[in-house]
């Protein structure tokens, strides 16, 4: 520098000065600054200029570079808002993709279980919507309403209702805007090569207002075919249509030989037409005036609209007073009530309670299966610290990175969510075919609001599952250089982890216990006894067509021939027909006059057979003095067979044999010769009703339909029986009912199906909680090698490392088992109605379920620690 | 366009008139560089003045540090005027106030 020395030591001065202040500024401008400062400080030092006042004049670097420091500061906070505010989620989303896809594992774990999870919710959902919550599909359904019978004192109901009563609703209620019922036409298709039973229904008029029909063929019933002259018509099914009538447009107009009679085809039921309650064949419209129905004996289903404004209780109390004086007029027998409920009400039956059990179970189970998915977040997360700690030093914002792992738990619960609705799909089909008698089944299907509740569940998923290990992540700030080589973090896993693996245990518990109830009470149920011997004896039903044998005289005649002609067969041991057989359906009951009856009783309704002789032995029922014998027939002295139930009740401590009783039906005198161990007529979970069995040949009225039990050698088949009866008869109607064993068989298929599914959703909470005890300890253990391998070069026992990481995996188990356990206890009053001959703190099933969770954690935990117990200390120490 | 401060129009009016280098401003506007400078790098940002290094050579041959000059830019020159036009006006209302002094 030209000029004095001051300046070149004022320069320095200012010089080393603006090299301080620099230090303010980021690496990239230092530079230039400097050099701008300093090619100032030098023009002023070298043109002579005053050396003090330049070097205050230095002084001014300093706010200049603090002033530029701050600015920086400001606007780098600026852009980092500015670039998280600008949408990224489409990148967010594509990145965690491509992370996702990166492991496979993970991600199949994830999307397994997510599947599961809300595969089984949405499938269990849609029979809750369309048989529970969904409104009836009828027009102002939430105001219909059915009508029963009922025997209070004998606790029997709902039976079909008077026609009496019918005809007084209809003509005179003032609360109900249309009042209809129908009845069975249980008629044989006959004029056919291969006659068989059809199961048709005969409908009133006001039906079509209540139900209306769209017919996939053809017309509707109209006011003109219910008149008592009109020509006979019918509406055909759309499956009697298909198979009968080979599903051709030209049906109609066509015949229908029902009974030998003729009816004119007017139209075809829409496909999967039911009645509410009901499955019809056919329809047939019921012409009979109001007059006839009044006095007529027949009974009906009613059902009918209320009005608007009218209550359910309004008209339980008018249909109260039309009874009462039914009753008063003697055309009904004092206990005898008619009751209203709401129709939804009573289609569900009590199918109510179990529904929503079973929802409540695949909730848990959708719980169960978030808390693995947020676990298996969480242990992914702790290997992802660094790449946070990396995201966060280029500046995200907390908001992003909670952002980022959302934008994974939502791939993970969209294509989980695509899954689930596959299997969802599989299932309600699988449902179905499972237990075909559910209500309103048919309705069941993926509807929108499915559909809806599917993805709601789904984003509920992504937010439980993600939110977690999303918000632990940016807890605090994470320091780059606090990350190991291997990118993980002393781990913080600490409780959050195993809580949540507790609470599975927990719900698993409750649902294994359930099912454990279920399963108990199942087996009890199974091994009821029936009261007659579930051999294979064959059941078949035999129509009578009215046509062929007119009279009673030739009914009975057929019967007899029938039952002498498979009685010869080779191979028969035995064979009887009855009008009913216990358990396959039906039922008959009879009022008993109250002159003979124990005075304590009241009114009495029995159960009543007319059976042929040879019904005991062939269906292995014990009996007391002896059975009917052909000489029992009209005109002889009328015989009574009696069950111990009714005994029990009309003659307690004495012998039936010889007593006399007397039914409603015409007043005779009947004489009990026999006395048969009661039967579980009606259901095996049912009590059994007092039974009355006359002999089918004494019964005298006319009877179109028999059912046949034939009890043979092991060599005989159903074939060889039916050509036996068409040997005898040739145009009847057969119709196998398979073996008395699967009649059985079929009463238990409502309870099996509870089973079957509550059974399904406790193994896949067992092995979901287990997975997740495993998943947790596992991961613990690998990101503890390194301590483990300092241990055991310290010494330790391999046998103390398992102890030491089962025990770590095991606590949680047993918090969860112990919490669970005092859950169950709370809740399983819920299954009492469900339960079969235990209750519902059944002590085996406490007992044994906690056993095998305790098994099944107990394995869960083995493996990790026999992985902990084999680390190579060598190589877990360098490796760290 | 924001308004300038008063110091503001004072740099810009310096680099109008020709003083390019920061120091120069400083000794036209009499401002401290504890003010010049901040503005300077103020209206570098919004975009007023524009900056350069000065050419390599003559730097390079004298071995010192280069200069750095300033330049208006269209919106700087925009905002000086509108600047004048405001300082104009302000006049108007204290030229009587000076005007008296003057006269007094």
Same mark, same amino acid.
């Given at each position: 520098m030209k000029g004095p020395n001051s300046n070149r030591l004022g320069y320095a001065v200012a010089s080393s000065l603006v090299g301080l202040a620099a230090r303010l500024l980021p690496q990239a401008r230092r530079a230039d600054w400097r050099e701008e400062w300093r090619g100032e400080l030098w023009h002023a030092f070298s043109r002579g200029r005053s050396t003090a006042g330049t070097v205050l004049r230095s002084l001014g670097c300093l706010p200049d570079a603090w002033a530029i420091h701050r600015r920086r500061r400001f606007r780098v906070r600026q852009s980092r808002t500015h670039i998280s505010r600008r949408g990224h989620m489409l990148e967010d989303i594509r990145f965690a993709v491509r992370l996702l896809v990166k492991s496979p594992g993970f991600t199949a774990a994830a999307v397994l279980t997510l599947a599961l999870g809300i595969g089984v919710n949405t499938a269990i959902f849609s029979v809750v919507h369309h048989v529970?919550?969904?409104?009836?599909?009828?027009?102002g359904s939430e105001r219909m309403v059915a009508l029963g019978t009922y025997m209070e004192n004998q606790g029997i109901g709902p039976m079909m209702v008077s026609g009496g009563m019918l005809a007084e609703l209809r003509e005179h209620s003032s609360l109900l805007e249309a009042v209809t019922g129908y009845d069975y036409a249980e008629m044989d298709l006959t004029g056919v090569a291969e006659p068989r039973s059809l199961n048709g229904k005969s409908i009133f008029p006001e039906f079509l207002s209540l139900v209306p029909i769209e017919p996939h063929l053809g017309r509707v019933f109209e006011?003109? =075919?219910? &008149?008592?002259?009109?020509e006979p018509s019918v509406m055909i099914g759309y499956a009697l249509w298909q198979g009968q009538l080979g599903g051709r447009r030209d049906a109609i107009g066509k015949q229908l030989e029902l009974n030998g009679d003729a009816y004119s085809i007017i139209g075809v039921l829409p496909r999967g037409f039911r009645l509410p309650g009901a499955e019809a064949d056919f329809l047939l419209p019921k012409r009979t005036s109001s007059v006839r129905l009044r006095e007529s004996r027949g009974f009906y289903w009613v059902f009918g609209r209320l009005k608007e404004g009218a209550t359910l209780e309004q008209l339980a109390q008018e249909v109260d007073r039309y009874q009462q004086a039914r009753i008063d007029a003697g055309q009904d027998g004092p206990n005898f009530r008619v009751h209203v409920a709401d129709l939804h009400e009573r289609l569900l039956g009590s199918t109510r309670r179990p529904l929503m059990m079973l929802w409540g179970a695949v909730g848990v189970v959708f719980l169960i299966a978030c808390a693995n998915v947020a676990n298996l977040l969480l242990s992914r997360l702790v290997r992802r610290k660094r790449e946070a700690a990396v995201r966060a030093a280029l500046g995200a914002g907390r908001g992003r990175l909670i952002r980022q792992f959302l934008a994974e738990s939502a791939v993970l619960s969209a294509v989980g969510c695509a899954a689930a609705l596959l299997l969802a799909f599989g299932s309600i089909a699988l449902l179905k075919k499972l237990e075909?008698?559910?209500?309103?089944? =048919?309705?069941? &299907?993926?509807s929108l609001p499915v559909l809806l509740f599917t993805l709601g569940l789904a984003m509920a998923t992504t937010f439980l599952a993600g939110l977690i290990p999303a918000l632990r992540t940016s807890e605090g700030g994470v320091a780059l250089a606090s990350c190991s080589r291997q990118g993980t973090l002393q781990v913080r896993q600490g409780r959050l982890q195993p809580a949540i693996n507790a609470a599975q245990v927990a719900l698993a518990v409750i649902l294994l216990i359930g099912a454990g109830l279920l399963l108990h009470s199942f087996v009890r149920l199974v091994s009821v006894a029936p009261g007659f011997e579930v051999r294979s004896a064959m059941a078949f039903g035999v129509g009578i067509p009215h046509y062929r044998y007119p009279e009673p005289r030739r009914q009975m005649a057929l019967i007899e021939g029938i039952q002498e002609r498979v009685s010869g067969l080779p191979g028969v041991r035995s064979a009887t027909l009855a009008d009913l057989l216990p358990l396959a359906g039906g039922w008959s009951r009879i009022g008993i006059k109250e002159d003979l009856t124990p005075e304590h009783l009241g009114a009495l309704v029995a159960s009543v057979q007319s059976v042929m002789p040879g019904y005991f032995r062939t269906l292995g029922i014990a009996l007391k003095g002896h059975d009917f014998s052909e000489q029992d027939r009209t005109g002889s002295e009328r015989v009574v067979i009696v069950d111990s139930k009714f005994a029990d009740l009309f003659w307690p401590g004495q012998d039936p044999l010889g007593q006399s009783m007397r039914t409603k039906r015409d007043g005779t005198l009947f004489r009990v010769v026999g006395v048969a161990e009661s039967v579980r007529f009606y259901g095996l979970a049912q009590d059994m009703e007092p039974t009355l069995y006359f002999p089918l040949l004494q019964d005298g009225g006319p009877i179109s339909f028999v059912r046949m039990a034939v009890a043979g050698d092991a060599g005989l088949t159903a074939e060889d029986v039916r050509s036996a009866i068409q040997q005898v008869a040739p145009d009847v109607p057969i119709q196998s009912l398979g073996t008395m064993r699967s009649i059985v068989q079929a009463t238990l298929s409502r309870p099996r199906f509870n089973l079957i599914l509550v059974g399904f959703f406790a193994a896949t909470a067992l092995i979901l909680a287990a997975v997740g005890i495993f998943g947790v300890l596992a991961h613990s253990v690998s990101l503890r090698t390194a301590e483990i391998g300092v241990r055991m070069a310290l010494g330790a026992d391999t046998r103390r490392i398992l102890a030491g990481v089962m025990r770590q995996g095991f606590l949680p188990a047993a918090a969860g088992l112990l919490l669970g356990l005092a859950a169950s206890f709370a809740l399983s009053g819920l299954l009492a109605g469900q339960l079969f001959g235990i209750s519902p703190s059944d002590p085996l099933t406490f007992l044994a379920i906690p056993g095998i969770l305790a098994l099944v954690a107990a394995f869960a935990c083995y493996l990790p620690g026999r992985r902990a117990a084999r680390v190579d200390p060598v190589r877990a120490l360098r490796a760290e | 366009m924001a308004r300038i401060t008063h110091n503001g129009a004072l740099v810009l009016r310096a680099i109008a008139a020709g003083y390019r280098y920061g120091f120069e401003i400083m000794d036209f506007t009499g401002l401290a560089s504890g003010t010049a400078y901040p503005i300077l790098r103020r209206y570098e940002a919004a975009g007023l003045v524009e900056s350069s290094w000065e050419e390599d050579g003559p730097a390079d041959r004298e071995g010192r540090p280069r200069r750095r000059y300033y330049q208006l830019s269209d919106q700087g020159r925009e905002a000086l005027g509108e600047a004048v036009a405001r300082l104009r006006a302000q006049q108007r209302v204290f030229a009587e106030a000076l005007g008296e002094d003057h006269s007094g």
């Amino acid at each position: 520098m030209k000029g004095p020395n001051s300046n070149r030591l004022g320069y320095a001065v200012a010089s080393s000065l603006v090299g301080l202040a620099a230090r303010l500024l980021p690496q990239a401008r230092r530079a230039d600054w400097r050099e701008e400062w300093r090619g100032e400080l030098w023009h002023a030092f070298s043109r002579g200029r005053s050396t003090a006042g330049t070097v205050l004049r230095s002084l001014g670097c300093l706010p200049d570079a603090w002033a530029i420091h701050r600015r920086r500061r400001f606007r780098v906070r600026q852009s980092r808002t500015h670039i998280s505010r600008r949408g990224h989620m489409l990148e967010d989303i594509r990145f965690a993709v491509r992370l996702l896809v990166k492991s496979p594992g993970f991600t199949a774990a994830a999307v397994l279980t997510l599947a599961l999870g809300i595969g089984v919710n949405t499938a269990i959902f849609s029979v809750v919507h369309h048989v529970l919550l969904a409104p009836l599909p009828y027009p102002g359904s939430e105001r219909m309403v059915a009508l029963g019978t009922y025997m209070e004192n004998q606790g029997i109901g709902p039976m079909m209702v008077s026609g009496g009563m019918l005809a007084e609703l209809r003509e005179h209620s003032s609360l109900l805007e249309a009042v209809t019922g129908y009845d069975y036409a249980e008629m044989d298709l006959t004029g056919v090569a291969e006659p068989r039973s059809l199961n048709g229904k005969s409908i009133f008029p006001e039906f079509l207002s209540l139900v209306p029909i769209e017919p996939h063929l053809g017309r509707v019933f109209e006011e003109g =075919d219910f &008149r008592a002259e009109a020509e006979p018509s019918v509406m055909i099914g759309y499956a009697l249509w298909q198979g009968q009538l080979g599903g051709r447009r030209d049906a109609i107009g066509k015949q229908l030989e029902l009974n030998g009679d003729a009816y004119s085809i007017i139209g075809v039921l829409p496909r999967g037409f039911r009645l509410p309650g009901a499955e019809a064949d056919f329809l047939l419209p019921k012409r009979t005036s109001s007059v006839r129905l009044r006095e007529s004996r027949g009974f009906y289903w009613v059902f009918g609209r209320l009005k608007e404004g009218a209550t359910l209780e309004q008209l339980a109390q008018e249909v109260d007073r039309y009874q009462q004086a039914r009753i008063d007029a003697g055309q009904d027998g004092p206990n005898f009530r008619v009751h209203v409920a709401d129709l939804h009400e009573r289609l569900l039956g009590s199918t109510r309670r179990p529904l929503m059990m079973l929802w409540g179970a695949v909730g848990v189970v959708f719980l169960i299966a978030c808390a693995n998915v947020a676990n298996l977040l969480l242990s992914r997360l702790v290997r992802r610290k660094r790449e946070a700690a990396v995201r966060a030093a280029l500046g995200a914002g907390r908001g992003r990175l909670i952002r980022q792992f959302l934008a994974e738990s939502a791939v993970l619960s969209a294509v989980g969510c695509a899954a689930a609705l596959l299997l969802a799909f599989g299932s309600i089909a699988l449902l179905k075919k499972l237990e075909p008698s559910l209500p309103r089944l =048919d309705e069941v &299907r993926l509807s929108l609001p499915v559909l809806l509740f599917t993805l709601g569940l789904a984003m509920a998923t992504t937010f439980l599952a993600g939110l977690i290990p999303a918000l632990r992540t940016s807890e605090g700030g994470v320091a780059l250089a606090s990350c190991s080589r291997q990118g993980t973090l002393q781990v913080r896993q600490g409780r959050l982890q195993p809580a949540i693996n507790a609470a599975q245990v927990a719900l698993a518990v409750i649902l294994l216990i359930g099912a454990g109830l279920l399963l108990h009470s199942f087996v009890r149920l199974v091994s009821v006894a029936p009261g007659f011997e579930v051999r294979s004896a064959m059941a078949f039903g035999v129509g009578i067509p009215h046509y062929r044998y007119p009279e009673p005289r030739r009914q009975m005649a057929l019967i007899e021939g029938i039952q002498e002609r498979v009685s010869g067969l080779p191979g028969v041991r035995s064979a009887t027909l009855a009008d009913l057989l216990p358990l396959a359906g039906g039922w008959s009951r009879i009022g008993i006059k109250e002159d003979l009856t124990p005075e304590h009783l009241g009114a009495l309704v029995a159960s009543v057979q007319s059976v042929m002789p040879g019904y005991f032995r062939t269906l292995g029922i014990a009996l007391k003095g002896h059975d009917f014998s052909e000489q029992d027939r009209t005109g002889s002295e009328r015989v009574v067979i009696v069950d111990s139930k009714f005994a029990d009740l009309f003659w307690p401590g004495q012998d039936p044999l010889g007593q006399s009783m007397r039914t409603k039906r015409d007043g005779t005198l009947f004489r009990v010769v026999g006395v048969a161990e009661s039967v579980r007529f009606y259901g095996l979970a049912q009590d059994m009703e007092p039974t009355l069995y006359f002999p089918l040949l004494q019964d005298g009225g006319p009877i179109s339909f028999v059912r046949m039990a034939v009890a043979g050698d092991a060599g005989l088949t159903a074939e060889d029986v039916r050509s036996a009866i068409q040997q005898v008869a040739p145009d009847v109607p057969i119709q196998s009912l398979g073996t008395m064993r699967s009649i059985v068989q079929a009463t238990l298929s409502r309870p099996r199906f509870n089973l079957i599914l509550v059974g399904f959703f406790a193994a896949t909470a067992l092995i979901l909680a287990a997975v997740g005890i495993f998943g947790v300890l596992a991961h613990s253990v690998s990101l503890r090698t390194a301590e483990i391998g300092v241990r055991m070069a310290l010494g330790a026992d391999t046998r103390r490392i398992l102890a030491g990481v089962m025990r770590q995996g095991f606590l949680p188990a047993a918090a969860g088992l112990l919490l669970g356990l005092a859950a169950s206890f709370a809740l399983s009053g819920l299954l009492a109605g469900q339960l079969f001959g235990i209750s519902p703190s059944d002590p085996l099933t406490f007992l044994a379920i906690p056993g095998i969770l305790a098994l099944v954690a107990a394995f869960a935990c083995y493996l990790p620690g026999r992985r902990a117990a084999r680390v190579d200390p060598v190589r877990a120490l360098r490796a760290e | 366009m924001a308004r300038i401060t008063h110091n503001g129009a004072l740099v810009l009016r310096a680099i109008a008139a020709g003083y390019r280098y920061g120091f120069e401003i400083m000794d036209f506007t009499g401002l401290a560089s504890g003010t010049a400078y901040p503005i300077l790098r103020r209206y570098e940002a919004a975009g007023l003045v524009e900056s350069s290094w000065e050419e390599d050579g003559p730097a390079d041959r004298e071995g010192r540090p280069r200069r750095r000059y300033y330049q208006l830019s269209d919106q700087g020159r925009e905002a000086l005027g509108e600047a004048v036009a405001r300082l104009r006006a302000q006049q108007r209302v204290f030229a009587e106030a000076l005007g008296e002094d003057h006269s007094g």
